[in-house]
């Protein structure tokens, strides 16, 4: 698990031996617990206009969410992503690669995927850059905070949001499908704000709050549109 809370931004993907190219944003936020959410939005939205059900700034490629594991094996370090919330799959099985720390500071994770229209593993590369937390511009407040939500009154439905530094991200998933939504702090001249740079889907997550500097102690939990949070991590 990572010591302190990260944000990571994808610098291109490749399917070996194919070239590198990153048609997506993808940032990854990771908190100290190893605690996650994976959003990756087409860089060139192609928006469905005869559909009324999606409402977003990009198209949604994936985003997963959940819990992070790191371990060295044979000298290699290899990180496990559990995403229990998935867009792409009520059933989803975790995720590994192997992470390489280039002299530059990038890191550069290797491993294999399904072929999604042909079902055969293919060897993957995606570089990774991390986004200093110093440099956000962030409202007074905790480094990190991490919410998640789950069954409730009877309805199933999972979600987590995590604000680091001036990133929030969060992902639900419910009766009503999924919906993604990115929030990054802009600078401006005297002063910043915060914009709402990807959404998708039309359920509602508390990122507002947590924008807005609530006050949250780790192991409680808060209510918001109805329903219950839990504050599963607080950092700084």
């Known amino acids: 698990m990572a010591s302190l809370p990260s944000v990571s931004r994808r610098k291109h993907y490749r399917t070996v031996p194919g070239e590198p190219s990153e048609p997506t944003s993808t940032i990854v936020l990771t908190s100290p617990r190893g605690y996650y959410i994976d959003i990756r939005v087409f860089n060139e939205p192609q928006l469905d206009l005869s559909s009324d059900s999606k409402t977003f700034d990009g198209q949604l490629q994936w985003s997963f969410a959940g819990t992070k594991e790191t371990s060295q094996i044979e000298g290699r370090t290899i990180s496990t992503w559990h995403h229990p919330i998935d867009s792409l799959s009520d059933n989803p099985k975790p995720d590994k690669g ?14 294999e995927s399904v072929d999604e229209e042909t079902g055969e593993a293919v060897r993957y590369e995606e570089l990774w850059e991390e986004l200093p937390l110093n440099s956000m511009g ?4 905790p480094t990190c905070i991490v919410l998640k939500t789950d069954e409730a009154h009877g309805v199933e439905r ?23 939504v990115r929030w990054e702090w802009v600078e401006g001249e005297g002063s910043g704000k915060w914009e709402r740079t990807v959404r998708f889907g039309r359920g509602e997550l508390p990122c507002g709050e947590l924008l807005k500097g609530i006050e949250v102690k780790q192991g409680t939990w808060f209510d918001s549109d109805g329903w219950t949070w839990q504050v599963l991590e607080v950092v700084g």
């Open 98 to 111: 192997e992470m390489i720390e280039l002299e530059d500071g990038d890191t550069l994770e290797k491993g």
């Open 158 to 180: 999972l979600g987590m949001v995590i604000r680091i530094g001036g990133y929030c991200q969060g992902i639900l998933k419910d009766i009503q499908g999924i919906t993604v």
């Open 138 to 141: 962030a409202e007074a407040g």
